[in-house]
C-alpha cells in the first residue's frame, strides 16, 4: 500500500508539473539555440552535398548541375528546415517575427526552380535571412 501511495504521490506532482508549464514551451535562449542547431546540421548537410558537385576550371558547377543540386538536394532540405523549425515552439515573444521568417523562407523555397541561378538565389533567401538575425539567430542569419 504504502508503494501505491508512493507512487500516486508522484504520479500527482509529475501531472502539476506537466499542467504548469506548456508541453514543449521553450525560452527565448533554448529556442533559438535549437533553430540554428537545425540551420547548422541543414548547412552541414548542403555543404558535404555541395562538395559532389563537379565544378570548372572557375570554380562554378554548371548551370544544369546548379539547377540539379537547387532543385534535387537544396528544395528538399529546406522543406526539412521549415518543419523542424514549425516543430520548435517558439516562445510568444518570438512568435510573430517566427512566423513571418518561416513564411519567407517558404517563398523562397516554393520559388527554387530548375532554372534558377546563383544570383536569384541569393535574392531569394535575403528576406528571411534579414528576419533570422533580426530573431537573433546566429547561424540561420548568415
Do not use: H
Request: proline content about 5%; glycine content about 4%; some cysteine.
Amino acid at each position: 500500500m504504502k508503494k501505491r501511495s508512493i507512487f500516486i504521490g508522484a504520479l500527482v506532482v509529475l501531472c502539476s508539473i506537466a499542467l504548469a508549464a506548456p508541453a514543449g514551451a521553450l525560452s527565448e535562449k533554448d529556442w533559438r539555440k535549437q533553430v540554428d542547431n537545425v540551420c547548422r546540421q541543414s548547412q552541414t548537410l548542403l555543404n558535404e552535398d555541395a562538395s559532389t558537385i563537379p565544378v570548372d576550371s572557375t570554380g562554378n558547377p554548371s548551370a544544369a548541375d546548379f539547377s540539379a543540386f537547387m532543385n534535387d538536394v537544396v528544395k528538399p532540405n529546406y522543406a526539412q528546415v521549415i518543419g523542424s523549425i514549425k516543430a520548435l515552439p517558439a516562445p510568444s515573444s518570438l512568435k510573430a517575427k517566427a512566423k513571418k521568417m518561416l513564411a519567407q523562407l517558404q517563398k523562397a523555397t516554393n520559388a527554387i526552380s530548375v532554372s534558377i541561378t546563383q544570383d536569384e538565389l541569393a535574392k531569394l533567401f535575403a528576406a528571411p535571412t534579414k528576419t533570422a538575425k533580426k530573431l537573433g539567430l546566429k547561424v540561420c542569419g548568415q
